[in-house]
């Protein structure tokens, strides 16, 4: 079964493309599981920061971390 690419950051998910490298392939690595990492790069659910972190640092290391998530919100909830 097929499952569809619902990526929303467009340059992680060239870098994925361009390395051959599925959601599952980043969750074995990550320690994630396939389906909520999925979600929280589809933006259904929150991905957090030191998630973000996680994925660069393990799966793309020569990649900046603003490159990859250039898409994703940053607020400040202390305000």
Do not use: H, W
Request: charged content about 35%.
């Amino acid at each position: 079964m097929s499952r569809k690419n619902n990526i929303a950051f467009k340059n992680l998910r060239a870098e994925m493309g361009r390395n051959n490298i599925g959601i599952k392939d980043i969750a074995e690595v990550c320690g994630f599981n396939r389906d909520t990492l999925a979600r929280k790069l589809s933006k259904k659910t929150p991905l957090n920061l030191d998630e973000a972190f996680r994925i660069q640092s393990k799966v793309f290391p020569d990649k900046e971390i603003r490159y990859l998530f250039e898409e994703a919100k940053i607020t400040n909830d202390a305000s």
